[in-house]
């Protein structure tokens, strides 16, 4: 089974800043989808950025970019220019290509604060 | 389009009480999905459907919960005798299950607690 860890429970910067949430995951799969997703108090579970396995480019969303290391299994998230409206937890994700296993597998989520 | 609609947002009930979730998808969306959050185990599905037939139900906890989808506009998450470790948010989503990602769009959740 595929499992998805995030390993910083929380993290703060500075507005205007930069910041990279940490993401590992461990499968046998060689193709796969790798997802962010932004809850802010409002609970409202909100898709930030995608990336394919198969793509050897990062995704990048305005402000949100992915370093995807698909032989170290790492996927971190990168938020330029931080902003207040930034501030909510952050779930890392993978979904599996094969039929039949469509469901998201979450990490533990990181609260990201941001300090004006 | 309106997005995923999940009914009640919140949902205060007794311990034995009989509790039931709602939830309309994405109109056009094939597959429907039930996740539950709590602080404890985080985000996990609990089943979910492709053209309204369960594909996957591993992550029901017990035979006290039960989900139906009559159609493909309509899904409902039953809890029957709830308990106070029900307590959580649960959430519906939706996708097309076509060419791509697949990308899951959420609801904005119903918020249970159990006394």
């Known amino acids: 089974a595929q499992t998805v860890t995030q390993s910083q429970p929380e993290m703060s910067v500075q507005e205007a800043e930069t910041v990279t949430l940490s993401c590992t995951y461990d499968t046998s799969e060689s193709d796969y989808y790798l997802f962010w997703y932004k809850q802010p108090p409002s609970r409202q579970m909100i898709l930030v950025i995608r990336q394919e396995a198969y793509k050897q480019q990062n995704a990048t969303e305005n402000r949100f970019s992915v370093n995807f290391q698909k032989a170290a299994k790492s996927f971190s998230l990168k938020i330029s220019d931080s902003q207040l409206g930034d501030a909510a937890m952050y779930f890392c994700?993978?979904?599996?290509?094969?039929?039949?296993?469509?469901?998201?597998?979450f990490g533990q989520g990181t609260r990201l604060t941001i300090n004006p | 389009d309106a997005g995923v609609i999940q009914s009640p947002r919140h949902e205060v009930t007794e311990m034995g009480q009989e509790v039931t979730l709602r939830c309309k998808p994405i109109?056009?969306?094939?597959?429907l999905f039930w996740y539950r959050q709590t602080m404890m185990r985080g985000l996990e599905l609990l089943i979910y459907f492709n053209n309204n037939v369960p594909i996957d139900d591993s992550g029901m906890p017990e035979d006290r919960f039960s989900a139906k989808m009559p159609n493909a506009s309509f899904s409902t998450l039953k809890i029957q005798p709830s308990e106070p470790r029900d307590s959580a948010v649960y959430f519906c989503a939706s996708s097309l299950r076509s060419g791509g990602t697949y990308e899951q769009y959420f609801g904005p959740g119903t918020r249970l607690t159990v006394t």
């Open positions: 994700a993978y979904r599996s290509v094969i039929q039949g296993a469509q469901k998201l597998v």
């Open positions: 109109s056009g969306h094939n597959s």
